[in-house]
């Protein structure tokens, strides 16, 4: 190349730098580093991601926190305790009482998958999994009515204790539908958008159904 | 053949007659990914039908070999096929639960408000809600009928819920298997004009049922009288939206085939309404309002029926 014949790198402009690249605190690869971390470590932060995410339900924003770092570890322990807290229900088990633990399980879990296909197929941006976990995440209000319902129903199961847990599964219902149609509503398609959160009313409608019918033995 | 087409849509508000005098319009099916240009240029050149979507030239037109990409071709093992299947917006939906309610007198549900554009949401959900609003009201009629009594303890009868729900979904998606593949048979033996693809029938299907949700609900008042009142309502409504979209299929057919067919599916569709009413919803034995229809079973005389 004729251009290049003179251009020569003067012995008097050192070319320096350092080849190895830091490992800064914000690289997204920490799984090489918590290896080696002491286990109530590991188990501390996922405890602190699923309470932070508590907090989210109960105050809902806007906030991304639910969507972006998903996770199941939440929607399974409230299932497990909202289910375990509709046993002990009323009559035989074998015939026409209360829903078993297996039903509550199916229906929260297939219920939330359905719903989340439907988002899905209707055009929605939402990940499989990001709007499983926050469907399940929600159910936190319901569960916390079903512990005040059982409270109350320790107190006694005539008229007052069903107008206080009906006002109380109304308003919890009503926070769990609007605390998910907060998170998810903004990644449907706009003209969709009532065909996305309908199924999620009947969702926790009929959550909120088991919760309020149940009557001790 | 365009002039032909477009004096044929131009009286296509007219009685229902001039529904067979157009050939084509409903020769849908899911397998044919290819539409005869007539039924394009139709489509297009419609005036002011409520679906203007198609006006609007959304994927819904694209069915003819002359325009690329065409609807509901990707293979089926796809996310993208069936998300073909759920391309309706919120007003779509609600407009064709209106017209499963109204039923205009001469014209078809599928052709108004289907388009081929059948759409797998709102049988799904429509069905759904029917489910729990069965077993819900069923319930809570249950609970109102006996709440006086002191042998009565309350129990949600859950089970109740699965049976409601295979016997709905089993009826919102076998009866209209069943039927397509009569009719697809039917069609080999006699030249009918007007056929349905499987999808279509299932969509009239799943939006006729939207009736019984409200009907439902008032079933829950413990009336002889008032729930029989409601069944022969609800029936009339969507027996009739199931009369008015399968009579122009079958009425080329056999006279005789032609009625069975016809009433077979009133039939099926009483039998339901019926069956789910005796079974979710226990026989109210007391009249708490002046009685019309004296109970037979009503021994005990309570304060509260004057």
């Known amino acids: ?152 129903l320790l107190a006694g199961a005539g008229t007052i204790s069903f107008i206080i ?29 009532a065909l996305v959160v309908y199924p999620i009313f009947l969702f926790y409608f009929v959550i909120s159904w088991m919760i309020l019918t149940f009557t001790p033995q | 053949i365009v002039c032909l087409v477009m004096y044929l849509f131009a009286e296509f508000d007219d009685a229902a007659n001039l529904l067979a005098a157009n050939p084509d319009a409903t ?46 071709s990707a293979p089926f093992w796809t996310f993208e096929y069936y998300q073909t299947f759920f391309d309706v917006d919120t007003y779509q939906v609600l407009d064709r639960i209106k017209g499963s309610v109204f039923p205009v007198p001469g014209k078809n549900f599928v052709r108004l408000y289907i388009r081929s554009n059948p759409d797998l949401y709102g049988p799904f959900w429509i069905c759904a809600t029917l489910v729990f609003t069965i077993a819900v009201s069923g319930n809570l009629s249950n609970f109102f009928i006996h709440l006086g009594k002191p042998t009565y303890h309350y129990v949600p009868e859950f089970r109740k819920v699965s049976i409601a729900a295979t016997t709905i979904y089993a009826y919102a998606w076998l009866v209209p298997l069943a039927l397509w593949g009569f009719l697809m048979w039917r069609n080999s033996k006699v030249m009918n004009i007007v056929s349905y693809s499987f999808l279509e029938i299932v969509c009239v299907y799943g939006y006729s049922l939207f009736i019984y949700i409200p009907t439902a609900i008032l079933w829950i008042i413990p009336q002889k009288v008032v729930r029989w009142v409601l069944v022969v309502f609800s029936l009339c409504l969507s027996g009739s939206v199931l009369v008015m979209t399968f009579w122009p299929a079958v009425r080329d057919d056999n006279r005789r085939v032609a009625l069975a067919t016809v ?44």
């Open chain 1, 165 to 193: 847990r009906l006002i109380v599964v109304m308003a919890m219902f009503g926070w769990s539908t609007l605390a998910s149609t907060a998170f998810l509503a903004d990644s449907q398609p706009p003209n969709r958008k």
């Open chain 2, 263 to 306: 009433g077979t599916i009133l039939l099926l569709h009483a039998l339901l309404a019926l069956g789910c009413l005796a079974y979710f919803f226990d026989a109210p034995e007391l009249d708490f309002l002046a009685p019309v229809i004296p109970a037979h079973n009503g021994t005990t005389v309570t304060t509260k029926s004057q």
């Open chain 1, 1 to 152: 190349f004729p251009g290049l014949a003179d251009v020569s790198i003067s012995q008097d402009i050192p070319v320096e730098g350092e080849i190895t690249v830091p490992v800064g605190s914000h690289s997204p690869d920490e799984d090489y580093s918590t290896l080696d971390e002491p286990v109530r470590d590991t188990i501390m932060r996922d405890l602190k991601a699923v309470g932070k995410k508590f907090v989210h339900v109960m105050y809902p924003r806007k906030s991304s926190t639910l969507l972006r770092d998903w996770d199941l570890w939440g929607p399974l322990v409230l299932c497990v305790s909202l289910a375990l807290m509709l046993q002990g229900g009323s009559a035989d088990s074998k015939d026409d009482g209360g829903p078993q633990f297996a039903e509550v399980f199916v229906i929260i879990w297939f219920g939330a998958v359905v719903i989340t296909l439907n988002s899905k197929l209707l055009g929605g941006t939402i990940s499989f999994f990001q709007s499983l976990c926050v469907l399940g995440y929600c159910v936190l209000p319901l569960t916390v009515a079903m512990l005040v319902c059982r409270l109350v």
């Open chain 2, 27 to 72: 020769t849908i099916s899911i397998d044919e990914p290819v539409e005869t240009p007539k039924n394009q240029h139709s489509r297009l050149k419609e005036p002011g039908r409520e679906e203007d979507d198609e006006l609007l030239g959304t994927d819904d037109s694209d069915k003819t070999e002359l325009l690329a990409g065409q609807k509901k």
